[in-house]
């Protein structure tokens, strides 16, 4: 399918949304306004075909042309060549943590993971059943959520001599921090990118895999973008079925099975609109410019909000924060919401404020936040 539209009309920057409602919810999120009008308009009519997305077949040209324009400017922005693979692979990031497991893991080898966050920690528990884990660094195990010190240089992870590779996850939602650069390592690098793929530049070509599921930067549930070097998934596990190996759904071209059209034409669209804005570093100063405005409130609040977020690994996405008062963190949460400031809560279990603000999030929602912040402190403090 060739778009009737020019990618030109995703240009204009983050705008805030038109019922001045600004949703900070951690996935699923804030979408560019532009990408879903025009969402709503192929549902109607793909490619002025004259059917709907969701009514076109998986292997007609209308579906097989915007699959292809998909991969081809995922490839643009994350910089491969030939011999990485763009895979789409049906389900979110937990259903592809099971399905790394079964590939690398099912005859023999360990896994080493990184926890920083619940994300690693899902991986973890859908690795254990399948094959060999350890625990190479653990960032939440004190009061304070780390990630690994990239001064030195990889020496604070432990890997046993039969390590298959090294899973981390790249921002890390619930505790507000993320990986300044990946971890250093000479293993195979699994990188989870779900929440903050085309946030900024990140070397994609210097690592194995890694999985970027929906509903954050990349739009819509259900999908999951697989980007791997082609050697690396043919050596994955040919004891179990085509529908679990990686390399068969790259060999399939990604409908091995019928895929989730519609979530994979919302990442093409995504990513457009991602290469529309300038690409990953124009979208990584504006994320900078957002995330700065409410980590300084928390800083320079005088005590009234604090953070469980180490300084040098906090999040640009993901900002935690809290009172040290749950039943005021409550009544903050209840007057953000009648502001019009929605799904503020923190991860259970983390508890607290989570402001999330992905790529499309206006810069105008987080100037709004910080007043109420500001004047929620005031009143309280």
């Not at 990188?191 to 946030?199: A, E, H, K, P, Q």
Request: glycine share 10%.
């Amino acid at each position: 399918m060739t778009s009737p539209h020019a990618t030109s009309e995703f240009a204009d920057s983050p705008k805030p949304p038109r019922h001045g409602i600004y949703n900070f919810s951690a996935g699923p999120s804030h979408m560019p306004l532009a990408v879903v009008d025009r969402i709503r308009e192929e549902l109607l009519d793909l490619g002025e075909t004259g059917i709907g997305l969701i009514e076109h077949s998986h292997r007609g040209p209308a579906y097989m042309d915007a699959s292809a324009e998909a991969e081809a400017v995922i490839r643009r922005i994350t910089g491969i060549g030939d011999e990485h693979a763009v895979i789409f692979m049906p389900g979110g990031a937990t259903v592809n943590f099971a399905f790394l497991a079964l590939n690398f893991l099912s005859e023999g080898g360990t896994g080493v993971y990184l926890d920083t966050s619940v994300w690693a920690q899902k991986a973890i528990d859908e690795a254990r059943p399948v094959g060999k884990v350890q625990v190479g660094f653990d960032g939440r195990s004190t009061d304070e959520f780390t990630c690994p010190d990239p001064t030195k240089a990889g020496a604070d992870i432990d890997a046993p001599a039969d390590a298959v590779y090294l899973f981390y996850c790249a921002n890390n939602t619930g505790e507000g921090t993320w990986f300044n650069e990946p971890p250093r390592s000479d293993l195979p690098l699994i990188g989870d990118l779900t929440s903050d793929i085309f946030s900024r530049p990140w070397p994609f070509t210097d690592h194995a895999m890694t999985i970027a599921a929906g509903q954050k930067n990349l739009g819509a549930a259900g999908c999951s973008v697989i980007v791997a070097r082609r050697d690396f998934i043919e050596r994955g596990s040919k004891s179990i079925g085509p529908i679990l190996r990686f390399a068969d759904h790259e060999r399939a071209q990604s409908i091995l099975n019928t895929p989730p059209t519609f979530a994979i034409r919302v990442i093409g669209l995504m990513a457009e609109w991602t290469e529309a804005q300038g690409g990953p570093t124009a979208i990584a100063a504006r994320n900078e410019s957002k995330s700065s405005m409410v980590w300084n409130t928390v800083d320079e609040s005088g005590g009234f909000y604090r953070s469980r977020a180490d300084v040098s690994a906090r999040s640009h996405l993901n900002v935690t924060f809290e009172t040290g008062n749950a039943s005021l963190d409550a009544t903050f949460l209840t007057e953000a919401k009648s502001a019009g400031l929605e799904n503020l809560a923190g991860l259970a279990g983390v508890g607290g404020m989570r402001a999330s603000m992905y790529n499309a999030f206006p810069v105008k929602g987080a100037e709004i936040l910080v007043d109420f912040m500001k004047d929620f402190a005031r009143r309280n403090g």
